[in-house]
């Protein structure tokens, strides 16, 4: 939106404004943003954060799957679990497709676009750097399964646009039950 000051006609008229605007195809739709336990995160390109409602599921999607998607974009998906007195649960994230053109077949063939993974909480101090998996082409990744309530995804859109991807998420309870407790544990 561009404001122009109008010139003055007269010393007793106030001036007002003209008005310019454009519809523009650069932004990301957020209508990729599906499941009633998503939610946009203001003042964000496209990252969302996805609340556990106990042991509930849903999918995440790349921005306009299975569309290609636009270059060039990055987008953060949180997927919290429950932690609490009486809840844990863990992630467990399952890619059902999967389209992030590599750039080559060299060493660092995720280097122009990819999804990194990270289980570890590294995103409270902000160290994207030290993903946990980093996946890229058009093999499927593996399911992952966190050790604890958090997961984070990062896309990273490069100058290849592709698809992108589709997963599964589920949250499930009671995955560290041993048999017996620790001795000395229980009070």
């Known amino acids: ?3 122009t000051t109008l010139k003055r ?3 007793v008229f106030n001036r007002g404004f003209f008005g310019l605007y454009d519809f523009s195809e650069e932004y990301v739709k957020l209508d990729f943003i599906q499941n009633s336990d998503a939610e946009h995160i203001r003042g ?3 990252d969302q954060k996805i609340l556990s ?5 849903g999918q995440v999607f790349s921005p306009n799957y299975p569309f290609p998607y636009q270059s060039f974009i990055v987008c953060r998906y949180f997927i919290y679990g429950m932690q609490d007195s009486q809840n844990l649960e863990r992630v467990v994230l399952t890619f059902d ?3 992030i053109p590599m750039l080559g077949k060299q060493k660092n063939k995720c280097k122009d676009g990819y999804v990194k993974v990270y289980i570890q909480g590294q995103e409270e101090e902000h160290k994207y750097d030290k993903h946990d998996f980093m996946f890229c082409g ?3 990744p593996q399911t992952i399964n ?3 309530p958090r997961l984070v995804l990062l896309f990273k859109a490069g100058s290849k646009p592709g698809s992108g991807f589709k997963a599964q998420y589920r949250f499930e309870t009671e995955y560290q039950i041993p048999g017996t407790p620790k001795p000395g544990s229980c009070h």
């Open 146 to 148: 966190s050790p604890g």
């Open 9 to 11: 006609t007269a010393q």
């Open 97 to 99: 497709k999967f389209d």
């Open 44 to 46: 964000t390109e496209c």
């Open 53 to 57: 409602k106990k042991e509930s599921s």
């Open 1 to 3: 939106v561009t404001f």
């Open 138 to 140: 058009q093999t499927t």
